[in-house]
């Protein structure tokens, strides 16, 4: 794709408010030059403009609807099978409270990614302000690189 060059003495013509207006065409152009169009259309106070409709459908997502639905995901067994892996990703997060930076910083990412971090906010708070204490991200081999440090900016922000 080729760009246009435009001398600086192309536009400062003014503009007349008419329907539509062609632009002269300067004899520096190649012929890759494509004329612009100036269309402006105003109706006057006591006219009224009448526009298409689309004449969309009314949705079938309505109150009653929404309610009507069922999830097989409901009784005891999926609550208790839900605090387990809670409780599992607690003890992943406390776990890696003295381990590596980047990995905890990894998990905290992949939580939000979920959209499931509101669930630990506690734990998170907690290792966000033990990275944020240490100012420092020995992240191993990958100690400083650009990716831990987007990584921490993203999180910390």
Known sequence: MSLLRVP??????SFPSAISTRLPRPPSFSRDYVPCQVRSMVAPNN???VRRTANYQP???GY????SLRTEYVGESYTIRRNKLKEDVRLMLDEYVDKDPLHQLELI???QRLGISYHF????KKILEGVLSNNHCNC???KDSVYATALKFRLLR
């Not at 600086?8 to 013509?13: E, L, Q, R, V, Y």
């Not at 906010?121 to 998170?124: A, K, P, Q, V």
């Open 140 to 142: 191993g081999p990958k």
């Open 109 to 111: 990412d992949a939580l």
């Open 47 to 49: 006219q009224i403009v």
């Open 59 to 61: 949705t079938i997502w």
């Open 121 to 124: 906010e506690d734990e998170i």
């Open 64 to 67: 009653d609807y929404i309610q």
């Open 8 to 13: 600086p003495t192309f536009f400062h013509a």
